[in-house]
């Protein structure tokens, strides 16, 4: 069997990446605004690298369109760290509870997945704060912990501006929701009082912190060189390890390490204008019609919440404009949302010159008078609409490991768009590699439940550090 060492391996060095070209060479003139150089990445490399250095500074953070704000997340996992946690990961219509148990190089897990109702998306926090406990409560009866005291890691992915490891204050929602009563709020305390609200389990929140730090700490208990955690799925954002004299925001007592992990909320980058060079009317098209519209700006050009959308308002526009489908339309093409972002993957997934995937999809759309010249178009642009969205991903990356200095980072990674699209991940070893300083290393490394395994091994560390204290 091979080892996981042999595994990551196998898994950074990527398949060749495939050379598509349309059938219209028109087609491909009507996507240049899509179609990033190096020259362009670049830019995006110097704006971000800014923006993160004014975010860590008291004096420049409150302009600055990428926040950077502290996790309080000192320390990385040894590898050794023992006990039972309870997880909630929270950050998306469906949320999962975990039951992790380490076992200093192993652990175990049982969960659960759990949906919050769309008007509860949009409702009054409370109640859904109080549908989350009701959930908590329904997993620790069924695994007979009801009785007894446990602590809980929350992951929390929306924009948080953290004040200590178990108080984050909710800057914005994103991801469709919207319940009131929330934002500038400590969303510990809310769930805290949704709890004590039942009074019929015995939770004690030791850790809030996002996906991405969860990811990164997932990935850091296996592999020690992981110091980067990136989210690319239902939306983006990213962590890094950095020294606590860089983060001004930074004010407790250094426990040893010198360093604090740092959450970037990268999605907000271009909220100001800064990348505007770059953005398209596609990208201002779906901003309008957001739920969030003048926010999250990078995020609605890479995430999986809005790739597919963005390839449909191309492939809508190039048929209006006679270049697909001999100009012939369908209801559902013209209506949003209805091209999901799995369609692209899909697309991409069949070998070039067959449409295994791509025929029924179109089908579906009541496009089943595409030809082969269509079907070649169509690849294309979904191909263009990923090579950007791994092209901005990688820059970024890019500007954090140059900025970062370490010799060898691996970056811990999840989210839909990475696991599934069966290009994504080559894209960015590529472009990461061709964008990067010389000399820098890097991997790339598929986390496995990131955000649940994270938030417990917070709350671990969290435990082990405070036990040093006390014993010392």
């Given at each position: ?5 042999e595994?990551l391996?196998?898994?950074?060095t ?11 060479q028109?087609v491909?003139e009507?996507l240049k605004?899509?179609?990033l150089d190096?020259d362009?990445?670049k830019?995006i ?7 993160v ?11 600055s369109?990428?926040k950077c704000?502290?996790t309080?997340v000192?320390?990385?996992?040894t590898g050794?760290e ?5 997880a ?6 469906n949320?999962r509870v975990l039951?992790?148990e380490?076992?200093e190089?192993h652990?175990?897990?049982k969960s659960?997945?759990?949906a919050?109702p769309?008007a509860?998306m949009?409702?009054?926090g ?5 549908h ?7 997993f620790?009866k ?6 007894e005291?446990?602590?809980l ?5 929306f ?8 108080k984050?204050i ?11 009563g929330?934002?500038g709020?400590?969303?510990?305390q809310l ?6 609200r ?10 809030i ?8 700490m ?6 020690r060189?992981c110091?980067?955690g990136?989210?690319?799925g239902?939306?983006t ?5 950095e020294?606590?004299?860089n ?8 426990k040893?390490s ?6 970037t ?6 909220d ?15 901003d309008?019609?957001?739920i969030n519209p003048?926010k ?8 999986g919440?809005y790739?597919g ?5 191309i492939i809508?526009?190039?048929t209006?404009?006679g270049l697909l489908f ?5 209801p559902?093409?013209e209506?949003?949302?209805k091209?999901e ?16 995937k ?11 008078h595409?030809?082969d ?8 642009i979904?191909?263009?609409?990923s090579?950007?969205?791994a092209g901005l991903?990688s ?7 140059n ?9 811990g990674v999840d989210?839909?768009?990475y696991?599934?699209h069966?290009?994504?991940h080559?894209?960015m070893?590529h472009?990461?590699s061709?964008?990067?300083d ?5 991997d ?5 439940d990131?955000?649940g395994?994270?938030a417990?091994l ?7 550090k405070?036990?040093?204290?006390v014993t010392?």
């Amino acid at each position: 069997m091979a080892t996981e060492r042999e595994c990551l391996c196998a898994k950074n060095t990527p398949k060749p990446l495939p050379t598509v070209e349309p059938a219209d060479q028109k087609v491909k003139e009507a996507l240049k605004n899509l179609m990033l150089d190096d020259d362009v990445l670049k830019r995006i490399m110097t704006k971000f690298r800014q923006d993160v250095e004014a975010g860590l500074k008291k004096a420049t953070q409150p302009t600055s369109a990428v926040k950077c704000y502290v996790t309080y997340v000192q320390d990385l996992p040894t590898g050794s760290e023992k006990g039972r946690y309870l997880a909630l990961d929270l950050g998306g219509t469906n949320f999962r509870v975990l039951l992790i148990e380490l076992c200093e190089t192993h652990f175990e897990m049982k969960s659960r997945i759990f949906a919050i109702p769309k008007a509860e998306m949009v409702g009054p926090g409370d109640k859904m704060f109080d549908h989350i406990a009701e959930c908590l409560a329904t997993f620790l009866k069924q695994e007979h912990l009801d009785t007894e005291p446990i602590s809980l890691g929350f992951t929390f992915s929306f924009p948080c501006q953290q004040v200590g490891l178990t108080k984050g204050i909710l800057i914005r929602w994103t991801k469709g929701f919207q319940c009131s009563g929330v934002e500038g709020n400590d969303v510990v305390q809310l769930l805290r009082e949704a709890i004590a609200r039942r009074g019929d389990i015995k939770l004690n929140v030791t850790a809030i912190l996002n996906d991405t730090t969860g990811t990164l700490m997932s990935c850091a208990w296996r592999n020690r060189n992981c110091k980067i955690g990136l989210i690319i799925g239902t939306g983006t954002n990213a962590c890094y390890v950095e020294k606590q004299q860089n983060a001004e925001f930074f004010d407790e007592p250094d426990k040893g390490s010198g360093n604090v992990i740092i959450n970037t909320e990268w999605g907000a980058f271009g909220d100001d204008g800064g990348i505007d060079f770059c953005v398209t009317d596609y990208d201002r098209e779906i901003d309008k019609n957001s739920i969030n519209p003048g926010k999250q700006l990078f995020e609605k050009m890479i995430s999986g919440m809005y790739m597919g959308e963005l390839a449909r308002l191309i492939i809508l526009k190039f048929t209006k404009d006679g270049l697909l489908f001999g100009g012939k339309s369908s209801p559902l093409l013209e209506e949003r949302e209805k091209f999901e972002t799995k369609f692209v993957s899909d697309i991409e997934g069949d070998l070039q010159g067959v449409y295994t995937k791509q025929k029924p999809i179109l089908q579906k759309l009541g496009l089943g008078h595409a030809t082969d010249a269509d079907m070649m178009n169509i690849r294309f642009i979904c191909e263009v609409v990923s090579r950007r969205a791994a092209g901005l991903v990688s820059a970024t990356l890019a500007a954090l490991l140059n900025k970062m200095g370490e010799p060898h980072v691996t970056i811990g990674v999840d989210g839909s768009v990475y696991r599934f699209h069966p290009y994504f991940h080559g894209l960015m070893m590529h472009k990461i590699s061709e964008l990067v300083d010389p000399g820098r290393k890097f991997d790339l490394m598929l986390s496995e439940d990131g955000s649940g395994r994270g938030a417990a091994l917070v709350a671990a560390v969290a435990a082990a550090k405070d036990e040093a204290v006390v014993t010392n």
